[in-house]
T-cell receptor, first 113, second 112 residues
Framework: KAGVTQTPRYLIKTRGQQVTLSCSPI?????VSWYQQTPGQGLQFLFE???????NKGNFPGRFSGRQFSNSRSEMNVSTLELGDSALYLC????????????FGSGTRLTVV | QQQVKQSPQSLIVQKGGISIINCAYE??????FPWYQQFPGKGPALLIA?????SEKKEGRFTISFNKSAKQFSLHIMDSQPGDSATYFC???????????FGKGTRLHILP
């Protein structure tokens, strides 16, 4: 069974640019959650999409946005990149019930220069 | 308060010893507490989870102890092995559809 696929694996962008990250969940999973991982802050929740609707949202500025398509694939967009946006961005898919567990992808490492 | 506080930040344990990682929370509405394990270059993976109506849950060498009155829970790894070296995250959520909030993680290193 294929796992969660995140593309690209690595990305280098310049301050002020925008970036789009992609996540393909496990087949049959309808929920996709996005997290930002940094050494100092750990895993911080960005947002969750379930059946194309944003179901939960974290405390990130509006520069961070996402969407989910009818095939459950999700994209995350960050506009006007700042140096502090450098992080590992992880997506996790699930059936939609927390107790079935999240399956995380290996992440996209974003570096803003 | 939507926070889970985790300690220590890093931990070194001899092979065969017991590794203990602690977490604390303020929001009594949390009703689900999972632990995730992350190896370098990989995303976190669900290790074990507990609900507050249970004081202890054991799966193999991994045990969660839960103290509802103190609003604390901990992960114990018995007979720690070098293969257990990873970053461990405690987490919490409210309700089946809620987001999962993670602690900042503990980097565990088991000496061979």
């Amino acid at each position: 069974k294929a796992g969660v696929t995140q593309t690209p694996r690595y990305l280098i962008k310049t301050r002020g640019q925008q970036v789009t990250l992609s996540c393909s969940p496990i087949s049959g999973h309808r929920s996709v959650s996005w997290y930002q991982q940094t050494p100092g802050q750990g895993l911080q929740f960005l947002f969750e999409y379930f059946s194309e609707t944003q179901r939960n949202k974290g405390n990130f500025p509006g520069r961070f946005s996402g969407r989910q398509f009818s095939n459950s694939r999700s994209e995350m967009n960050v506009s006007t990149l700042e140096l502090g946006d450098s992080a590992l961005y992880l997506c996790a898919s699930s059936l939609g019930d927390r107790e079935t567990g999240y399956t995380f992808g290996s992440g996209t490492r974003l570096t803003v220069v | 308060q939507q926070q889970v506080k985790q300690s220590p930040q890093s931990l070194i344990v001899q092979k065969g010893g017991i590794s203990i990682i602690n977490c604390a929370y303020e929001n009594t509405a949390f009703d689900y507490f999972p632990w995730y394990q992350q190896f370098p270059g990989k995303g976190p993976a669900l290790l074990i989870a507990i609900r507050p109506d249970v004081s202890e849950k054991k799966e193999g060498r991994f045990t969660i102890s839960f103290n509802k009155s103190a609003k604390q829970f901990s992960l114990h790894i018995m007979d720690s092995q070098p293969g257990d070296s990873a970053t461990y995250f405690c987490a919490a959520s409210i309700g089946r559809d809620d987001k999962i909030i993670f602690g900042k993680g503990t980097r565990l290193h088991i000496l061979p």
